[in-house]
């Protein structure tokens, strides 16, 4: 479908939990997770009739996202159940890799082809503190077995932050020479009022190309965000993710699905559409006007402008 802006949509990010394993600093809100009542998520059988709503507007990609969507019980039923729906092209995952060591080749078995691994320093120390609760080695074991498990298709994300990691560029870019898979770098977004990830914490994507100046622009991907770049020698790409600095809005294709069953038709506004209780057909009726009132762009410049989703990032989904 073609929303008012000429933007055909064709993604939808579903997060389908607000928990997670680990407490990350730029994620989780200083006073911890609320958790809600289990009548007020979304079902499994309201997420893949969602799933089917929205394929008949044409989406047919699929990111299955959560805060960490691997601690879901039934996490595996939903990625067989969501791959086998018709005119679903791809199904995509993004974790953190702790559970990964177990679900691996149970994902790519069910039918997930893609994995985007939440790695944002290579620093045991560094790790522990912006997880709060994390060891780097897990996350490490995760990314190893994803890779065993014959994933063709990974992706490391690395968010970028001013005096955390902007020293470790170098090393986490050079993951693309020694595995077969992309290191993206992501602009930090001001999602919540923290007083550690004031203007200071922002680095623009520019900041990677310094520090890789032998980097070399790759053809863009249809439909893709990232800016692509490759190191010579390298196995994989470099990509770069810029909503602030250089916002793509006129090419966002993407829907969200919240773990509470709003339809969010962009990461940064308060606009909400319910879709808890209703049928397909009033599912896909919430998906239509979703698309058709999806902002041109969002208002962030930098990290002075907080977002107008009024939501943390727990409560949205990566």
């Not at 953190?96 to 679900?103: T, W």
């Not at 991907?221 to 990232?226: E, K, Q, T, W």
């Not at 999806?294 to 009024?310: A, C, V």
């Amino acid at each position: 479908m073609i929303d008012n802006m000429g933007r055909e949509i064709t993604y939808l990010r579903l997060s389908v939990t607000e928990l997670c394993n680990l407490r990350c600093r730029y994620c989780m809100p200083q006073e911890g997770v609320c958790k809600k009542r289990h009548e007020d998520m979304l079902t499994e059988d309201e997420m893949i009739q969602a799933i089917e709503a929205a394929t008949a507007l044409g989406i047919n990609k699929l990111r299955i996202t959560g805060v960490e969507p691997l601690v879901k019980k039934n996490i595996l039923s939903i990625c067989r159940r969501a791959a086998a729906v018709s005119g679903i092209k791809e199904v995509c995952v993004t974790t953190n890799g702790i559970r990964l060591p177990k679900l691996a080749v149970p994902l790519r078995e069910a039918g997930v082809s893609r994995l985007n691994i939440s790695l944002d320093t290579l620093d045991e120390k560094k790790y522990a503190y912006i997880t709060k609760q994390g060891e780097l080695s897990d996350a490490l074991n995760g990314v190893h077995a994803a890779l065993d498990a014959g994933f063709e298709q990974i992706k490391i994300n690395v968010v970028l932050m001013g005096g955390f990691n902007d020293d470790e560029i170098v090393a986490l870019a050079e993951l693309t020479k020694k595995y077969t898979l992309e290191v993206r770098f992501i602009e930090l977004m001001p999602m919540l009022d923290e007083k550690e990830f004031g203007e200071y914490a922002y680095l623009p994507c520019s900041t990677v190309l310094k520090q890789l100046p032998e980097a070399v622009a790759q053809p863009q991907i249809n439909g893709s965000v990232a800016r692509l770049y490759r190191l010579p020698g390298a196995k994989s790409n470099i990509g770069l993710i810029s909503p602030i600095s250089e916002h793509f809005c006129s090419k966002c294709n993407r829907l969200r699905l919240t773990a509470d069953g709003k339809i969010k038709p962009c990461l940064h506004s308060s606009q909400e559409f319910p879709i808890k209780g209703l049928s397909k057909a009033r599912m896909e009726e919430a998906f239509k006007k979703a698309i058709l009132l999806k902002p041109g762009q969002h208002s962030l410049s930098d990290l002075n402008n907080q977002s107008l989703s009024g939501r943390s990032m727990n409560k949205i989904g990566g």
